[in-house]
Antibody
């Protein structure tokens, strides 16, 4: 049973870079054919796909965020990470890491709230 | 890449059936058989209910079913139960290795 856990600062200042890590347990991030993804949800709003990474390091990003997003993987730590640069209040959201086959997210982290504020 | 269109809310009485629509374009919903549906209770992470338009993951009740016609996908819940009250989101492949979610639908069980 794969389990995911997000971690990182809950408060980020405007214009700075948001950095989150997702730790995978119950399975190796290098095995299988899963894509490892980030999804966010502003309070009271819908889900937004941010992007994903394959264990090979291949990445895909939401076109609307592509210029500010970097997703990376550290197979030695069984983790993958999200960096979102030049954040504004609009980036305040609960950030989820998730995985599954293709675009079907069977496994989710519990989510972590990141607030952008000075 | 625009969010898929879902009704803001739907409601039904216990035992009834309801259907939630998810409308996109030929570039996403209509172009691929990669639509999934998620159930989200308040304060919780989403849960996968349907994938690849109509497939159910192990453990998901057969009261949940999915379908697609043209650019619109649908989630049907039959035999509505109080525990089904939640937000529901559709998600579709949008080409170029990207994915897009719907705006979400709040289901109220009367």
């Amino acid at each position: 049973q794969v389990q995911l856990q997000e971690s990182g600062p809950g408060l980020v200042k405007p214009s700075q870079t948001l950095s989150l890590t997702c730790t995978v347990s119950g399975g190796s991030i290098s095995s299988g054919s899963y894509y490892w993804s980030w999804i966010r949800q502003p309070a009271g709003k819908g889900l937004e796909w941010i992007g994903r990474i394959y264990t090979s390091g291949s990445t895909n990003y939401n076109p609307s965020l592509k210029s500010r997003v970097t997703i990376s993987v550290d197979t030695s730590k069984n983790q993958f990470s999200l960096k979102l640069s030049s954040v504004t209040a609009a980036d305040t959201a609960v950030y989820y890491c998730a995985t599954g086959g293709g675009g079907s997210y069977y496994y989710w982290g519990q989510g972590t709230l990141v607030t952008v504020s000075s | 890449q625009s969010a898929l269109t879902q009704p803001a809310s739907v409601s039904g009485s216990p035992g009834q059936s309801i259907t939630i629509s998810c409308t996109g374009t030929s570039s996403d919903v209509g172009g691929y058989n990669y639509v999934s549906w998620y159930q989200q209770h308040p304060g919780k992470a989403p849960k996968l209910m349907i994938y690849d338009v109509s497939k159910r993951p192990s453990g998901v009740s057969n009261r949940f079913s999915g379908s697609k016609s043209g650019n619109t996908a649908s989630l049907t819940i039959s035999g509505l139960q109080a525990e089904d009250e939640a937000d529901y989101y559709c998600c579709s492949y949008a080409g170029s290795s990207t994915w897009v979610f719907g705006g979400g639908t709040k289901l109220t069980v009367l």
